[in-house]
């Protein structure tokens, strides 16, 4: 009798434990499906959100350069001209010597710049913002608003017969202030020619700089979903080979 029930015992016990296998093995295994499917999920969308933000930085960088050759006049303007020469062109001094002027007659129409604008977005979704958010945004915008200044200015010089000079244009400075640090700004004031290229440079290095660091950042954060992964995998390998 006794050895009847030893051999009913230790059956029970052996039944359970092969049981317990089969469960823990079977939770193991869901465990694992799902994180694997929460990983790839993960992925996909981080993928999405990549392709995205690289699109919508190119672009803005491509708007950037229509907005360049849109505006290209008064730009070469300030490489070629010093101040002066700038000052005696609209006070007539210099009709016929420089064939920028025929160019920047244009810009005696002020309708003239309502042709730019279509041309200059045209690369453009209207869901950038969305993707590079609110600050690599801001300074495609500066960027876009010192163009269209610089175009305002030739403008109105020429309504007022006289040089109507950025460095003393305080919405000019102030569209550039928040992204062009101040000695920067003096550099470009106190230069003789070219002052207007340090600004724009400089501000365009910056976009190109915020934007290589939001497009390192999703790549990075894609290594990090990997890495998790790889760790989590670890982790349940171990917690397995212990509940055996």
Known sequence: MLAIMETLIGGTI???????????????????????????????VQSEIRKK?????????????????AYK???????ILTNDEISDMFLGKTIG????????????????????????????????????????WSIYRAILAAHGRLGVLVCQSFEQK???????DKLFLST??????????EKARSAKIGGVGLITNSLEALFLQEGGEL???????????QETYSALQGRDKADFALMR
């Open 97 to 136: 010597k420089n064939s920028i002027e025929v160019t920047l007659k244009e810009y005696k129409d002020i309708n003239f710049f309502l042709q730019k604008d279509p041309a200059i977005k045209r690369c453009l979704t209207g869901a950038e913002i969305l993707h590079v958010g609110p600050r690599l």
């Open 73 to 79: 006049d008064p730009l070469f303007l300030h490489t």
């Open 162 to 168: 006289k040089f109507v000079d950025w460095k003393s």
């Open 53 to 69: 933000l690289i699109q919508s930085v190119e672009n803005l960088w491509l708007s950037l350069n229509a907005s360049r050759e």
């Open 14 to 44: 052996g039944g359970a434990i092969a049981l317990l296998g089969v469960f823990v093995t079977g939770r193991m295994e869901t465990r694992k499906t799902t994180l694997v499917s929460s990983t790839q999920l993960v992925a996909a």
């Open 176 to 185: 550039i202030g928040a992204f062009v640090e101040e000695k920067t700004i």
């Open 215 to 225: 497009i390192r950042g999703t790549q990075e954060f894609a290594s990090s979903v």
